[in-house]
């Protein structure tokens, strides 16, 4: 995977993964950018997951990880940017297909579901797969388009 910006952002569940995944990421010369928590104290995730979602369609990072409990509260939170495309990955096979066919930006992953090891290898997947397009870029458009409904 080359060297890319990667935000980083979790709830208190997930906070020592994020730390984990910081430094590991940092140590394959990623620029990480730490939106935070700081501790392992209660926190609601919403803004954490949100501001990651938001750097990343600013433009301030390539991808985001967001990281929780399960991971699904966390992803629903990400999702709420316009613009971000935020998947539940805990395990291989939904890390490549989110990124080979549904081109998306964030990841997010339980940190009660999955241990480290699993963990690394689900980023370095997700980082290093390609967006297929094709028929999936319809898709994907498509998938987008709902962002622009009313109602």
Known sequence: MRAMRIALGSDHAGFELKAHLH???SAQGHEVLDLGTDST?????PEFCANVGRAVV???????????GSGQGEQLAA???RGVRAA????LYTARMARAHNDANVL?????????GVAEEIVDLFGSTEF??????????QVMA???ERG
């Open 23 to 25: 430094q590991y990421l």
């Open 41 to 45: 104290d209660s926190v609601d995730y």
């Open 58 to 68: 600013a433009g301030e990072a390539d991808w985001g990880i967001v990281m929780g």
């Open 79 to 81: 999702n709420k940017v």
């Open 88 to 91: 539940l990955c805990n395990c």
């Open 108 to 116: 997010s992953i339980g940190a009660r579901v999955v241990g480290t």
């Open 132 to 141: 297929e397009g094709g028929r999936h870029q319809r898709r994907v458009d």
């Open 146 to 148: 709902i962002e622009d």
